[in-house]
């Protein structure tokens, strides 16, 4: 009958202290960015603490890249909260080892701005070019003067009569005549 006694009054012990008092959709503590991709980092992750924002901010700061918990069950046993949830925040993405950009730094291991004309070098004072750009039209002239992005051109013919003798264009917009 002692057994019998003590069994239940363990049973009921046990049983009361645990309340699940719910679950929740979404809980964080940090400001979100829509514009990331969040991902799943963590599935069925256990949390305990005094309340369930110390619960949550315990999460986030124990999880690498956490923004915030998805799916929470809340739990109460005594004065302590425990919640069971979904981690999800930022993935850094894996760095790309097969990709080489060794080409576009120089010898002093700076970082050089690739171009996308590899035709630039062959621009020179005095050579004959042609372009179509959106304020001057299409025309041809002479580059007078050359700088590291814009060419000063004396103009030979151009599609706008009122064109100015000369024009200084970006040196990608320029195609050499031969």
């Known amino acids: 009958m002692k057994n019998l006694l003590g069994i239940a009054l363990c049973a009921s012990l046990l049983s009361s ?57 809340i739990q109460s046993k005594g004065k302590k909260v425990t919640i069971t949830a979904d981690v999800w925040g930022i993935v850094k993405s894996q760095k790309n080892k097969d990709l080489k950009l060794d080409r576009f730094k120089d010898k002093k291991e700076k970082a050089v701005k690739p171009t996308l004309l590899s ?18 039209g299409r025309g041809q002239g002479t580059i007078i003067k050359l700088g590291k992005e814009i060419a000063q ?22 195609k050499l005549i031969k």
């Open 119 to 136: 035709g630039s070098l062959d621009f020179k004072e005095g050579s004959k070019v042609e372009w179509n750009h959106p304020k001057f």
């Open 17 to 73: 202290c645990t309340k699940d008092l719910g679950t929740i959709n979404y809980a964080t503590t940090r400001a979100l960015d829509e514009f990331n991709n969040y991902e799943v980092i963590h599935t069925g992750a256990s949390f305990t603490a005094e309340s369930v924002d110390n619960c949550v901010n315990l999460a986030l700061k124990s999880t690498p890249n956490a923004a915030f918990l998805k799916n929470l069950n």
């Open 153 to 174: 051109i004396k103009v030979a013919r151009s599609s706008d009569p009122e064109a100015p003798k000369e024009i200084k264009l970006p040196i990608k917009s320029l």
